[in-house]
């Protein structure tokens, strides 16, 4: 299947603390392809008579990811930032009640990427570039953008399989991504066994239109 038939990947911070919504952000556009990479550290020995000198294994780097995201709101004539990379930036901002119980200094959260049913990747983002390509010709507002994304890996795994189809694991909660005909009282169902807590998902994701679900909108299921 095409990056372009999968279901939208998704960036969920993983920290709740802090975090008023805890929605993830949905890409706009599903990135062609996904970049893996990883270092290891090797000290190399002083051998004198050998030709080869030998390597003692120093430590695992962590693996990071990097993608490409491309974000469009020409046709709503709407602030490319404020509708979508201003979410992805703020996910490197220093969030005051994430401390370092040693240090008790702050930090930014953690996050996952996921996309699919197998790919989860749970990391910090490092870097983020971003570059606008196109802009509203009356006041130069940016309505098109690239964001160019590095995560940094925080666990040992680099893939991580769903329960089901529509559910996967993210720091203890879970998403669902929204089919026809879900009601928030069905995924209440499916996810707690009654229906009465639905309620639940609607306070996590700040809906306001209960009854107004759209397929492919991307839930975050709280811990009941």
Known sequence: ???AGLAKAVI???DQAGNPSGRPVQVMFNPKELSFSKQNSWKQ???PKSNAPDFEFSGGGAATLKIQLLFDTYAQRKDVRKEFT???YGLMSIDEKLKDKKSKKSRPPTVRFQWGKTVG????ITNISQRFTLFLPDDGTPVRAALDVTFSQVKDELFYPKQNPT??????ERIWTVRDGDTLASIAYSEYSDPTLWRLI???????RVRDLRPGT???IPNA
Do not use: Y
Not at 121 to 124: C, E, K, Q, R, T
Not at 167 to 172: K, V
Not at 202 to 208: F, H, K, T, V
């Open 167 to 172: 559910s996967g694991s993210a720091g203890g």
């Open 202 to 208: 609607a306070d996590a994701n700040s809906l306001m």
């Open 218 to 220: 991307v839930l975050v």
């Open 121 to 124: 990747f749970d990391a910090v």
């Open 86 to 88: 201003d979410d992805i």
């Open 12 to 14: 969920v911070r993983l």
């Open 1 to 3: 299947m095409s990056a």
């Open 45 to 47: 020995g002083s051998s």
